[in-house]
């Protein structure tokens, strides 16, 4: 399937049913007062978030939709019946936007998040709601209500927790089909990744995290060069950026370690440039193909020197695998970190956070009362 990730469409909702001006007619009765119906509220548009689905394709081919309006009302105190609604299902992960202002209008960031795109409008009332003690035989009637007409643009940012980033060919795709179910094109040429690829790293049973390769970088990519910076909104999500540097030569002559570093330097300033969000990320840096050089430890060294580097720093081969497995366990403690800060957020802000008792003494507690404060 053919991946996309923006999209501009038009929503447009339905009109509310006009309400009815009619009176009883009927023999034998001769003022049987006013019996207009309302009409029934036209249809709206919604979107829902459903992680089943992973792009936008479905809608770069139906760009307008269109609810139904609602019923008129009628005679008999009948009242018209509202619309079906339109539901969209999309990413999560999707942010839409008001494609005429550029204003962001909806962040879906959860499963099953539902918001409204387009009201429809509400219906009519009949003569029947206008009757009174003095205007026994109404003439009123309102007409309904147009629904609401909006153009959208659709932007997909995927959810991941760990974002890889490099050069191409520096062996992003090679690292994530090693570390998790993901299976991205792999070849011994630039570019083969064309699009963001999610795969699931599980460390155990009950732990695992998402990983995301993008193409790769070049230099320029912030001004449109190359096919990374279309993809660049994809790391804004992450937590923890994996910044892979190709250490390795076919030349023997060649300084891998200044190419490397001249390399690495080049991508962290196109991110600057991109975005300072995603230039302050957490950021780690792995030094890969190390299988491919003859001293591994002195040339990791040297890059670390040379790069003036002070964050975590791995050596691996994404090819053979070695290395990697110390990488995804510590990523797996940051992310679990990551995401115990997180739930302690929102029970704070939900009220429900509860704070350890500061009299608690666990060198007090026994068997019989394994949570016994101290005396006051």
Known sequence: MKFVDEATIEVIAGKGGNGAHSFRREK??????????????????????????????????????????????????????????????????????????????????????????????????????????????PKQWTPGKDGEQRR???????????????????????????????????????????????????TSESRSFVVADIPGLIKGASEGAGLGHLFLRHLTRTRILLHLVDVSSHDPEEDTVARGVEEARAIVEELRLYDETLYNKPRWLVLNKLDMVSNPEEVKKRFVKAYGWKGPVYAISALSGDG???????????????????????????????????????????????NTPKDN
């Open 28 to 137: 034998f009765i001769p003022k049987g007062g006013p019996d207009g119906g309302d009409g029934g509220r036209g249809g709206s548009v919604f979107a829902i978030a459903d992680r089943n689905i992973n792009t936008l394709i479905d809608f770069r081919y139906a760009r307008k939709h269109v609810a139904k309006h609602g019923e008129h009302g009628r005679g008999s105190d009948q009242y018209g019946a509202a619309a079906p609604d339109i539901t969209l299902r999309v990413p999560v992960g999707s942010i839409i936007y008001d494609a005429e202002t550029g204003e962001e209008l909806f962040d879906l960031s959860h499963h099953d998040q539902q918001v409204t795109l387009a009201a429809g409008g509400e219906g009519g009332l009949g003569n029947l709601h206008f009757k009174s003690s003095v205007n026994r035989a």
């Open 324 to 370: 990697t497995q110390q990488l995804i366990w510590d990523l797996q403690d940051a992310i679990d970190a990551f995401r115990q800060e997180d739930n302690l957020a929102e029970d704070r802000a939900a009220g429900t956070y509860i704070a350890e008792d500061p009299r608690f003494d666990e060198t007090r507690a026994d068997a019989d009362a394994p």
């Open 152 to 202: 959208l643009r659709f932007e997909l940012k995927v959810l991941a927790d760990v974002g890889l980033l490099g050069m191409p060919n520096a062996g992003k795709s090679t690292l994530i089909s090693r570390i998790s179910n993901a299976r991205p094109k792999i070849a011994d040429y630039p570019f083969t990744t064309l699009h963001p690829n999610l795969g699931v790293v599980r």
